[in-house]
């Protein structure tokens, strides 16, 4: 997908964006901001990220660290291996420490992505903050299904991220090799489950994603996934975590609007991670009838949703609630009605692209595609619901149902209006709870064996790098025509 882009939230001023003809890459124009950005960052320290502590990763950039003068780790370090990717900050390198600590055996070889920008380019281009942003960002992630940044440092006017390197390209990728190029109901749960555990966190964390699309999930080693790319996030401070009441007693009585946050009260600051484990509710779960006909998107996005998870008295959540932007910001196909009319926007358009996100896995095809940008944005804010395909009269009775229950969750992320979108009121709950998940063991999604897990000898061919290319300056992709929006 073509990127192009326009800074706003953070350090711009420019008007407006040129993007590709039928372009998928993210962009970002300006039409006015809020929320702050936190400054200023630690380097990142194996103690701060507990997930990755002890990856081999770690203990070779400790053991580089240890040994270097004043301790710092730098591009003198690495050898550059290949090019992974450019993208509109910059170049993406496999590589690999000069001087690892053990001699690697050719299976046993540690490497690492790093994202080279090109500070003085991006300055001219007005694109600095957006890079430092994302540093910053990734500098505080510890998510299994997140980045971990293993070193930051600047060498001459660029500056790198030592990041986690992904073996198993991105999910549109990976999507092009499936059967009719559209993945199965299972797998677009699995991807799906562990996107909404990786945007949870982040919503926690204080920082709306902005930019999900399957070339942005990457695909780890052991097949799970890792979202990538945060330049285009927004970042507040003011995360305020909440107790959702539910009331005592009755709870299949119980008033299902309170339960969706109209009944909140603020306690004092928790750790954010128990939200992931509270997320129980009160609710009789539907599961719709085998043979039903197709989800009516409508009713759905002004009915309750279906439910898997009996109660639990309380609910914490911890969501972006007071973050809002009203930059232009994201990939066509994927914006949510709300970033176009301008009116301002905040994590549920999180929860919109996951709906985009789900369409594009199980149909091949994002759901308001027109033939033109405009099409397309036009199709987004019209009125009209999300409308499904077909199920095929082939398809067998748990088929049918599976489907229904996509459809059904798609549909309510797919809501025109951000308030009663899935999701936009206490968060990731409501979209975990949906019937869709039904059976997923939150908790242990990562141990879960995943639908497709990398070659490892598809791995190791790493065509090393002539000394001109890695000495190439960073030149952007060009897209052939440009349209003006
Ligand atoms: N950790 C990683 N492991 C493997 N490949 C990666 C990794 N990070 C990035 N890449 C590759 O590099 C490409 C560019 O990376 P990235 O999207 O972060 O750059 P960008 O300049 O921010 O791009 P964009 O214009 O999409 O914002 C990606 O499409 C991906 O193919």
New binding site residues.
């Given amino acids: 997908?073509a990127?192009v882009r326009d800074e706003s939230d953070y350090d711009s001023s420019r008007p407006s964006s040129l993007t590709a003809l039928g372009s998928r890459?993210?962009w970002i124009s300006d039409i006015g901001s809020s929320s702050s950005v936190s400054g200023g960052g630690e380097t990142p320290c194996r103690h701060s990220k507990p997930h990755k502590a002890n990856h081999a990763e770690w203990e070779a950039i400790a053991h580089v660290r240890a040994a270097a003068t004043g301790g710092s780790v730098g591009l003198d370090h690495f050898r550059l291996v290949r090019r992974?990717?450019?993208?509109?900050?910059?170049n993406?390198y496999?590589c690999e420490l000069r001087e690892p600590p053990h001699r690697p055996s050719s299976s046993g070889r540690l490497y690492y992505?790093m994202?080279v920008v090109d500070k003085d380019a991006l300055a001219f281009r007005k694109k600095l903050r957006r890079a430092e942003v994302?540093r910053e960002i990734l500098r505080s992630l510890d998510h299994p299904f997140l980045?971990t940044l293993y070193a930051d440092f600047e060498a001459s006017h660029y500056a790198c991220l030592v990041?986690?390197?992904?073996?198993g390209?991105?999910l549109h990728v990976a999507r092009q090799r499936q059967p009719g190029r559209r993945f199965s109901v299972a797998s677009a749960r699995f991807y799906a489950a562990e996107t909404v555990l990786a945007l949870e966190y982040l919503h926690m964390m204080g920082v709306v994603y902005r930019?999900l699309k399957p070339?942005?999930v990457?695909v780890r080693a052991d097949g799970h996934i890792?979202l990538?790319?945060f330049?285009?996030s927004l970042k507040c401070d003011d995360v305020i975590p909440k107790l959702l009441r539910q009331p005592r007693g009755d709870g299949a009585g119980a008033n299902p609007s309170s339960t969706y946050g109209h009944s909140s009260s603020c306690v004092p600051p928790i750790q954010p991670v128990l939200s992931c484990l509270l997320n129980g509710v009160t609710r009789k779960r539907q599961v719709p009838m085998p043979g039903a006909a197709a989800v009516d998107a409508d009713a759905a996005e002004h009915s309750e949703p279906e439910q898997t998870s009996e109660s639990d008295p309380a609910e914490v959540v911890v969501e972006p609630v007071a973050a809002r932007s009203r930059s232009f910001v994201g990939t066509h196909e994927y914006l949510a009605p709300e970033v176009i009319s301008g009116q301002g926007h905040g994590s549920a358009v999180d929860w919109w692209t996951l709906g985009v996100f789900m369409y594009e896995m199980v149909y091949g095809q994002t759901p308001f595609k027109g033939a033109t940008n405009e099409e397309t944005l036009a199709n987004i804010v019209s009125k009209r619901p999300v409308a499904f395909p077909r199920i095929p009269a082939s398809a067998s009775c748990g088929e049918r149902e599976e489907l229904l229950r996509a459809q059904d969750l798609m549909a309510r992320l797919l809501a025109k209006c951000p308030g009663k979108r899935l999701g936009s009121c206490t968060g990731s709950g409501e979209v975990k709870r949906h019937g869709f998940f039904q059976g997923v063991n939150w908790a242990l999604v990562r141990s879960v064996r995943p639908p497709e897990v990398p070659v490892p000898a598809a791995r190791s061919k790493a065509k090393t790098m002539s000394r001109k290319e890695r000495q190439e300056p960073y030149k952007q992709q060009h897209e052939d025509h440009f349209d003006y929006f």
């Fill in positions: 997908m990127t890459r993210s992974l990717g450019s993208g509109d900050l910059g993406v496999l992505a994202k994302e980045p990041m986690e390197f992904c073996p390209g991105d930019d070339e942005n990457l890792m990538s790319d330049d285009l």
